[in-house]
């Protein structure tokens, strides 16, 4: 019930052509390209030559990752995004809920998050595109309790959520939360990092994300982007083995 994927800025130091051939010969089956580096909001020419090339080489285009942050970005740089993701044949845009946490956000703040979230939304369902906010700290999303509050909140079905294993949350809790959000998550990052940022091999946290699968496959009806984020080092000559890991992870 899984698609598997990455996300581009896994591979940032490379141009798109590289990305794809990494993607391709790792066996994955889509890319969320990002707009950091490879498909910068606005060049709609550099989206429809990512998207043919992508398309060309037996991948989809499984989102655009955005780094719009709702109630914080100037309004008007949606424009871009959204037309960037459009040319790019992305379903999914992936946002940011503000940029302070929830503790810190004051009510004012919180209210331009869910009203610019709303906004946003209504003009990328015109376009058929989707939204999905990037589960993290440091956002209006730093827990699956407060990501559930917001999105009922912003109370629109085409806005979604990710999710990924907080920062230093032990397994339990982590798959805790996973199952708080059930059919609201959209896609999945795959990592493992601990403790902290380090970056370790997908098998160093096998029993976590054999878990997330178990999950997944019972919560959607349909078929998640489960994408991997980060890979030691940056490392592209370790893709395919993490690709590997992260196809026997999902057999369940």
Known sequence: MSRLGICSVTLRHLDPAG????????????????????????????????????????LAVASYGSYYRAGHTDPGEFDAVLR????????????????TGTDATPPEQRRAVVEDTRRVAALA???????????????????AAHTLRLLDEVDRAEV?????????LPDAEALTGLDVLGGRVAAVHAFSWWPG?????????APLWRRAFERLSTESAAPLDVLLEFVPGDDERLLPREAATLRALAAV
């Open 19 to 58: 990305v794809i051939s990494a993607v391709a010969g790792a066996g994955l089956e889509c890319v969320e390209w990002g707009g950091d580096v490879h498909v910068p909001p606005g060049e709609e020419a550099v989206a429809r030559a990512v998207r043919e090339a992508t398309v060309d080489a037996g």
């Open 84 to 99: 960037s993701a459009v040319a790019l044949g992305a379903p999914r845009v992936r946002i940011w809920a503000g940029a």
């Open 125 to 143: 369902a015109d376009a058929g595109v989707e939204l999905a906010y990037e589960f993290h700290r440091n956002t209006l999303t730093d827990g």
């Open 160 to 168: 979604r959520t990710y999710w990924q294993p907080p920062v230093d």
């Open 197 to 205: 940022t380090t970056r370790l091999p997908l098998t160093a946290r």
